[in-house]
């Protein structure tokens, strides 16, 4: 069984420019997460979508959005990029009937913004 | 407020031999779940361990425990039988009602030949 794919795995941006990545759920999972990782910040919640309906959002500013498509794929979207936003982009599903909430990551987008 | 706290920023463990890592949690919610996860160099989190909030019986997959203390809202995670292939950071991390986890700052072990 695939796991997480997130594209692409490096980029490089300069500020004022906007990125989108993408992430393909294991199959068969129909919720996504996004997570940011700074070595400042840690691990942070950007939000998570079911069924193409973004359920939770975390505290980040409307800059950072996302969608989903019927297929369950996500991808997120960052505009107007500062060089604050240069992080590691963590992508992860889950079975929402799986008793625990066990999130599966994929290996990440590592986002440099000069 | 802080959710999970891991006050280890570093480890080191002689191969073969056992490691304890910390965690403490702060909910107040009743019902949570509280997670384990590993992370390489390469980025990938990886899961390792699971403990529900009502499981009465602390959580153990392979060399991995989790020594679950309820009452004074830790999670503990021992690493028995330390391999160098251990080597990478650590995260505890907290799933309350809405699903999403909340990380601690992470724990990296080194194992040493």
């Known amino acids: 069984k695939a796991g997480v794919t997130q594209t692409p795995r490096y980029l490089i941006k300069t500020r004022g420019q906007q990125v989108t990545l993408s992430c393909s759920p294991i199959?068969?999972?129909?919720?996504v997460s996004w997570y940011q990782q700074t070595p400042g910040q840690g691990l942070q919640f950007l939000f998570e979508?079911?069924?193409?309906?973004?359920?939770n959002k975390g505290n980040f500013p409307g800059r950072f959005s996302g969608r989903q498509f019927s297929n369950s794929r996500s991808e997120m979207n960052v505009s107007t990029l500062e060089l604050g936003d240069s992080a590691l982009y963590l992508c992860?599903?889950?079975?929402?009937?799986?008793?625990?909430?066990?999130?599966?990551f994929g290996e990440g987008s590592r986002l440099t913004v000069l | 407020a802080q959710k999970i706290t891991q006050t280890q920023p570093g480890m080191f463990v002689q191969e073969k031999e056992a490691v304890t890592l910390d965690c403490t949690y702060d909910?107040?919610?009743?019902?949570?779940?509280l997670f384990w996860y590993k992370q390489p160099s390469s980025g990938e989190m990886i899961f390792l361990i699971y403990?529900?909030?009502?499981?009465?019986q602390n959580a153990t997959e392979g060399r991995y425990s989790l020594n679950f203390q309820k009452a004074r809202k830790s999670a503990n995670l021992v690493i028995s039988a330390s391999q160098l292939g251990d080597s990478a950071m650590y995260f505890c991390?907290?799933?309350?009602?809405?699903?999403?986890?909340?990380f601690g700052a992470g724990t990296t072990v080194t194992v040493r030949a």
């Open positions: 403990q529900g909030s009502y499981d009465e």
């Open positions: 991390a907290m799933r309350e009602d809405d699903y999403k986890l909340s």
């Open positions: 979508y079911f069924s193409e309906t973004q359920r």
């Open positions: 909910t107040s919610d009743q019902s949570y779940g």
């Open positions: 992860a599903s889950r079975q929402p009937t799986a008793n625990t909430g066990e999130l599966f």
């Open positions: 199959s068969g999972h129909r919720s």
